[in-house]
Nanobody, 130 residues
């Protein structure tokens, strides 16, 4: 069972930057995709960005041009660099992993995340003040 450990997050003012990291362990897959989701109080969970080991990456429209997802440390860590942060970016951010590459280029990670995702991190809070 893959395990995900998140780090980063915190509080910044509007226009600031934060970097989230998530280390994956206890899996033997060489191909997979990893993603970041977020959930604000009273709102549904939202897919933010996804990256696959074949290089494919995609972002939700609201973060395009501001957030960058990347794989690091021999692809065992997924990072999310968040720039030009806005108050509406405030949420609990969750790391997620899907073992195997099948479906990573589709939209199931957004439509049916509970069916698509194999493992979730514990969450890290991001707060952006105006």
């Amino acid at each position: 069972q893959v395990q995900l450990v998140e780090s980063g997050g915190g509080s910044v003012q509007t226009g600031g930057s934060l970097r989230l990291s998530c280390a994956a362990s206890r899996h033997t897959y060489s191909s997979y995709c990893m993603a970041w989701f977020r959930q604000a109080p009273g709102k549904e969970r939202e897919g933010v960005a996804l990256i696959a080991t074949d290089g494919w990456r995609t972002y939700t429209d609201s973060v395009k041009g501001r957030f960058t997802i990347s794989l690091e440390n021999d692809r065992s860590t997924v990072a999310l660099q968040m720039n030009s942060l806005k108050p509406e970016d405030s949420a609990m951010y969750y790391c997620a992993a899907k073992m195997g590459i099948a479906g990573c280029r589709g939209d199931n990670w957004i439509r049916v995340p509970n069916d698509f995702i194999d493992a979730w991190g514990q969450g890290t809070q991001v707060t952006v003040s105006s």
